[in-house]
């Protein structure tokens, strides 16, 4: 018996393809929902109120020391008990864009932290508004140092999705481990999803670093 088939890798590839457009859905729907779960974390942890900045540290901290399954089986499994039923998917995107989230928060965190003072002490001199200070001063000088950071974040995001499979989204892990439990053959099902993995994670990383180049011509 041959260790790999390529006809069966072969045979395997439409399943695959398709967990491979949910894993990329899912990456970029949890990832958008990091952005904005990041910033309202921040935006807490960056208060002038003591009781809010604490409030804003504790989610952190809460949010990153629990493992990403336990929080995905809390909304999936726990959530129902109070009648709030998640879809798979959803369950998962929300479950991707509270965990990492977190992290997402800290890397805002560090991008305002790079700017000068100075550059603060000007904007409180000149009057600007606080949208007038962001939007024109302190966001460009901070969002390059936050690129790779956030590119980070992406990647690892769509390396974390096979834990989505836990509560049976039909990503491309998901994909690979139901054509081996049917075959008995997880040889093709599984190396093929780690190249899938592979390419997905090396074009991201790509266009992370294109991106940080354009981006680091108008500083």
């Not at 999936?76 to 798979?88: A, T, Y």
Request: with cysteine; charged share 15%; proline share 5%.
């Amino acid at each position: 018996m041959e260790i790999f088939s390529w006809d069966f890798a072969l045979e395997v590839l439409p399943a695959l393809l398709r967990g491979a457009v949910v894993t990329f859905s899912a990456t970029i729907g949890g990832f958008l929902a990091s952005l904005a779960v990041g910033a309202i974390l921040c935006g807490l942890y960056r208060s002038s109120s003591r009781p809010i900045a604490l409030i804003g540290k504790s989610l952190i901290e809460i949010l990153r020391s629990t493992p990403l399954l336990i929080q995905v089986y809390f909304l999936f499994f726990v959530l129902p008990e109070v009648g709030l039923v998640l879809q798979p998917v959803t369950t998962g995107i929300i479950a991707l864009g509270l965990y990492h989230g977190a992290y997402v928060a800290e890397a805002y965190r560090a991008g305002f932290d790079s700017v000068p003072r100075g550059q603060w002490d000007a904007v409180e001199s000149l009057r600007f508004s606080r949208y007038a200070a962001l939007r024109y001063l302190i966001l460009p000088q901070a969002i390059i140092p936050l690129i790779p950071a956030l590119g980070n974040t992406f990647i690892t995001m769509l390396k974390d999705t096979p834990i989505l499979a836990a509560i049976t989204v039909p990503e491309m892990m998901f994909e690979a481990n139901d054509a081996g439990s049917q075959s008995f053959r997880y040889v093709e099902p599984i190396t093929m999803a780690a190249i899938g993995y592979l390419i997905m994670s090396a074009v991201a990383a790509g266009f992370i670093h294109l991106l940080r180049n354009h981006l680091g011509r108008f500083r």
